[in-house]
């Protein structure tokens, strides 16, 4: 049996920006690379989670819900994932992922003192990160793109902390062998991360934000976009692969 990289989809984008430019799972399957066999399950939409031993790595999306509104598909994953990190299964969760991931092994994760962090920013690699094998190589400071109000407010034990900036100490971090949280998008393109801004403008201007000065700030991530498709490839050598 060939094992696959399941996509587990915990949420699903705003209509309109669904209907331009797809949804999370969309996304992160393109990110993957067209050589990863990927296999898509809708956790929130109730599909069955896939026994672990059928996985080659799982890839968790990010959503609209929050992890402390302890959704019944959510806390069951939850459980999922914290049987998983027992078998060293790779494992990335983006933004809801990031933060279930980190509650799943210990953390805790709740609203951002801060509020909302939204908009493309400059992350910036931890002394850590120099030995990790899937950020080893990055440059030390670069732009990814954000749009969270929660946030892993403390992580778990053990975990070894990655990436951060002014806003957010727990932008990535590591458990175990290869499990990984980022709380950045490095699925989103520019025109994602705009079409967030401007389909939360209302909000965003009624929390003060600068919504003209959030949208002039948008630019290429080159470098986080390599991610995902960096972590499909450490996953296709653990598993034998070219």
């Known amino acids: 049996m ?3 990289i ?3 989809k915990v949420g699903t984008t705003f209509p309109a920006v669904e209907a331009q430019f797809g949804d999370f799972d ?4 393109a990110a993957l690379g067209s050589g990863t066999a990927v296999g898509l399950v809708d956790v929130e939409g109730g599909d069955d989670l896939p026994p672990v031993a059928h996985c080659a790595a799982v890839v968790i999306t990010g959503s609209h819900a929050m992890v402390t509104d302890n959704l019944p598909w959510s806390v069951a994953l939850e ?4 049987a998983a990190l027992e078998t060293d299964l790779p494992i990335l969760g983006v933004c809801y992922g990031h ?8 953390g805790e994760v709740g609203d951002h003192p801060k509020g909302k962090e939204i908009g493309t920013v400059d992350l910036t690699l931890l002394p850590e990160a120099e030995s990790d094998p899937l950020f080893e190589n990055l440059p030390k400071t670069f732009p990814v793109h954000t749009t969270h109000r929660q946030s892993v407010l403390r992580l778990p034990e053990g975990a070894t902390r990655l990436a ?8 990535a971090y590591r ?4 499990a990984y949280g980022v709380q950045f998008h490095p699925e989103y393109n520019v025109d994602i991360m705009r079409a967030y801004i ?4 209302e909000e965003l201007e009624k929390a003060g934000k600068d919504v003209a000065a959030l949208l002039a700030e948008v630019r290429d991530t080159p470098v986080a976009a390599q991610l995902i498709r960096h972590f499909a490839a450490m996953v296709s050598l653990r598993e034998g692969g070219d």
């Open 2 to 4: 060939v094992k696959k």
């Open 6 to 8: 399941y996509v587990l």
């Open 26 to 29: 969309d996304w992160t399957a």
């Open 79 to 82: 459980a999922w994932l914290r």
């Open 99 to 106: 933060q279930l991931l980190g509650r799943a092994a210990g």
């Open 164 to 171: 951060s900036n002014a806003y957010e100490p727990n932008h």
């Open 175 to 178: 458990l175990r062998e290869m």
């Open 198 to 201: 401007e389909g939360q403008r």
